[in-house]
């Protein structure tokens, strides 16, 4: 499954990729470009301070893009699924709940075991909103590289699938005492 990420007010039907002129006036935005500025423009939590997911979702769902497309998923077979700002808001939600229901704050990583679909974006932005950290493992890893990966990250939650965690996981647990 791919899953492509949509930007507030375009279409996610189709991807364009469309080659930027050489002449682009990268020079002037470099001489006049603020990082001060930058961040001033960005959309800050309701009780102040700055977060990601808050940016990439609530921010567009506060703005009126709740009912846009932000993430379409094409799966091998060929089946496409659309999810929405607010649909990923929600799910985000409830993933940050969920983290600190299980007594993660700042600071506390979760990582993933999945490939490209909509449970790495949302477990992804959901651990930002919970003020986490994440990290991403690739599936192809085998046991050992995973291994190392969750003990050298102090992860103390891992994110997979039923049958990746059988195959590279499950054989781990016992060297994995944070998780």
Same mark, same amino acid.
């Given at each position: 499954e791919v899953c492509l990420l %949509?930007? %507030? /007010?375009?279409e996610a039907e189709s991807v364009v990729i469309a080659m930027v002129p050489e002449q682009f006036a990268y020079d002037r935005i470099r001489e006049t470009f603020s990082w001060e500025q930058a961040q001033a423009q960005l959309p800050r939590l309701p009780r102040g301070g700055l977060n990601i997911a808050h940016v990439a979702l609530d921010a567009q769902v506060l703005a009126g893009h709740g009912d846009e497309v932000a993430l379409v998923c094409v799966a091998e077979n060929g089946d496409v699924t659309r999810h929405t700002y607010a649909d990923l808001s929600r799910a985000t939600a409830r993933f940050a709940h969920l983290l600190a229901e299980l007594g993660l704050g700042p600071g506390?990583?979760?990582?993933?075991l999945? /490939?490209?679909q909509v449970e790495q974006y949302v477990a992804a932005l959901g651990t930002l909103k919970n003020r986490s950290v994440f990290s991403p493992l690739f599936s192809s890893f085998g046991p050992e590289p995973i291994r190392q990966r969750l003990l050298l990250g102090e992860a103390k939650v891992l994110v997979t699938t039923p049958s990746?965690?059988?195959r590279k996981v499950a054989a781990l647990r016992p060297d994995l005492p944070a998780l």
């Open positions: %949509a930007g %507030a /007010g375009w506390d990583r979760v990582m993933t999945l /490939g490209r990746l965690y059988r």
